[in-house]
């Protein structure tokens, strides 16, 4: 497996996108989805202090906006790329 998922991005020299940086971009998305599921969920116990979704250390995290995160960075992922929201189950 290359080292690199995009070389030379917009026809730029070494400036390569390492997969580890994708990897940790996807994360930073998956938190940021749960971030936003938490404010819609519990708009009653946020709506005085939106910033307060950010403190997980009284009440955790929902797992549910990181999968539904998950979901559609990985849907935006195959447009992008054009493969079937289906994946492998098409091709057989």
Known sequence: ??????ENPFGIQERNI???GIII???M??????????????????KNDL?????????????YGGVLGGV?????YRKVKRISPFGRFTHR
């Open 25 to 27: 971009t996807y994360g």
């Open 18 to 20: 390492a997969w580890y």
């Open 51 to 63: 910033l307060s979704v950010l403190v997980i250390s009284q009440g955790g995290l929902a797992i």
């Open 1 to 6: 497996m290359n080292r690199y998922a995009i």
């Open 72 to 76: 559609v960075v990985e849907l935006i």
């Open 29 to 46: 998305v998956l938190g940021f989805a749960v971030a936003i599921y938490r404010l819609i969920f519990e708009w009653d116990n946020n």
